[in-house]
């Protein structure tokens, strides 16, 4: 199957949950009808919760009605299987429309039958037997009779003849189950808190959390519930009560304060950027003054880093706990440059470098012509007061690492033809360094 028909299956249990109609995105554009059975007040049934028209590269081409069938908490009935029924519009009594068996693997939907060209499809769930009499919904004016829909490149995979829909029912009992449900659980950090228990928009209950900081909801009806710590963002959503699950346990925590600070110095920082890292994200940047001090304030608990940005020094393993404090002092190590002992370095790439060899020979003329120091080793030509690069092998990193060195840097780049010309101006100009 070439769609996530999971994907369909959750958004038509949650709205389900919510108490809304069945989502059927087939029904304006397409016409496909939910037909609801006729069940009294509590009494169990299979209701359509989503019918969806395939879009085309779900589709690729099929003409099939493919089917699930769910329990009361959105699971696939397997042991038994589930067999769904179907007919179409003019249908005689020798054509043949057996029932479909649901006995697919999850990765897929658990049945389909396949739509002939001119049907009008109805479906519905029979039961545990093929030929079961469970009261159930029907969809029906399932058909492949509509047009072309071309994907905005031109490509097509619905086309008439070819559109595929998804149907899928859940076990319900009709109306509210009322049982004695049970929410407990735990608010870490929320001693003294109330802590609120909402079904929709209503407030079922309220408690305040003693020293134990556990709380318990009882006699409670089968539904979806919310919990809240009042004066607090921590809540908890979608807490599912039903038959399968009539006693649940939720734990919560309040998140601790925001009180600790950071506070230092960076020594020899002067006018470089401090940087506060938490679990690997930035949380701030701050550009040190000529003190290098720094300071930050209002942060809550966790694991801190500090950098100097466009260096090597840090501080990790900063440990906070929401109201404490940490002293850090680093140090941005001082940089003495190398005194300039060259005057001009002629500086090419390592032996593997493509063209290295026959740079070298086109080089010989320029070489003799003005006596640079020729050599191989970026450290050497860090003690030039002028570098020219020759061809390639040098990395962008190491040509910043002798600019920053104080040299005067220069690229000579291009194929060995290119080289030599720019070489040879240069000869012929009388002019070592510099276009």
């Known amino acids: 199957m070439a769609f996530n028909h999971q994907q369909y299956n959750t958004q038509y249990l949650l709205n389900s949950k919510d108490g809304g109609q069945p989502i059927n995105d087939s029904a304006e554009k397409y016409g496909a009808r939910i037909v609801e059975a006729d069940v009294a007040e509590g009494e169990t049934y299979w209701r359509v919760i989503g019918v969806h028209h395939l879009l085309p590269r779900e589709n690729f081409g099929n003409h099939h009605v493919y089917l699930d069938a769910l329990d009361e908490d959105g699971n696939r009935l397997k042991r038994p299987p589930i067999w769904v029924g179907w007919t179409w519009e003019g249908r005689r009594p020798n054509e043949p429309a057996n029932p479909v068996i649901l006995d697919k693997p999850d990765y897929e939907a658990g049945g389909n039958l396949t739509m002939h060209f001119g049907q009008k499809v109805s479906v519905w769930v029979n039961g545990t037997q093929p030929d079961g009499q469970d009261k159930s919904d029907r969809v029906e004016n399932l058909h492949t009779t509509h047009p072309d829909e071309p994907l905005p490149d031109g490509t097509l995979l619905n086309t008439l003849g070819h559109h595929s829909f998804y149907v899928v029912f859940q076990r319900t009992r009709k109306g509210k189950i009322v049982t004695n449900g049970v929410i407990t659980g735990r608010v870490e950090r929320g001693q003294g808190r109330k802590i609120r228990l909402r079904q929709e928009d209503n407030v079922i209950a309220e408690q305040t959390l003693a020293d134990d900081l556990t709380f ?108 404490n404090t940490r002293r ?22 390592p032996p593997n470098s493509r063209g290295r060899q026959t740079n070298l020979l086109l080089a010989l003329d320029y070489i003799l012509a003005f006596s640079p120091t020729v050599g191989f080793n970026v450290a050497e030509a860090k003690l030039a007061r002028q570098v020219t690069i020759v061809g390639e092998g040098i990395s962008q990193a190491d040509q910043q690492a002798i600019e920053a060195s104080g040299s005067e840097v220069e690229t000579l780049t291009g194929d060995a033809y290119v080289i030599e010309a720019k070489l040879n101006a240069r000869v012929q100009a009388g002019r070592a360094f510099g276009e």
């Open 328 to 349: 850090i002092i680093l140090t941005v190590p001082v940089v003495v440059e190398a005194e300039k002992t060259i005057n001009h370095y002629l500086l090419f790439g």
């Open 216 to 323: 318990k909801f009882e006699n409670l009806s089968f539904g979806v519930y919310q919990l809240e710590i009042v004066d607090t963002e921590v809540s908890q959503d979608n807490i599912k009560l039903d038959a399968g699950s009539k006693e649940l346990t939720v734990n919560l925590a309040v998140p601790p304060p925001d009180d600790s600070a950071i506070f230092g110095e960076v020594r020899n920082g002067q006018g470089k950027m401090l940087l506060l890292v938490k679990e690997g994200n930035i949380i701030t940047r701050f550009p040190l003054p000529e003190s290098g001090q720094f300071r930050f304030e209002n942060l809550a608990g966790g694991n801190y880093a500090l950098l100097v940005f466009e260096t090597n020094v840090r501080q990790d393993n900063i440990v906070l706990d929401g109201s």
